[in-house]
């Protein structure tokens, strides 16, 4: 049986912490952030989590 491969995208994008949780991204942050009011850009550099119901999934993409 061959292995499971891992979805590279997903590796670069998710990582997971310590207690299990798996850390994520923010959209909406590469540019042109001179739209956006300071609370908005202020939330978004603010660490994030993906949702319970998401996290299997995320796992078995990660480790494949």
Known sequence: MPKMKSVKGAVKRFKVKKNGSIKRGTAFRSHI????????????????VVAKVDEKAIKKMIVG
């Not at 739209?35 to 978004?44: G, I, N, P, S, Y």
């Open 33 to 48: 952030l001179t739209k956006q009011d300071a609370t908005t850009r202020r939330k978004q550099n603010t660490p994030k």
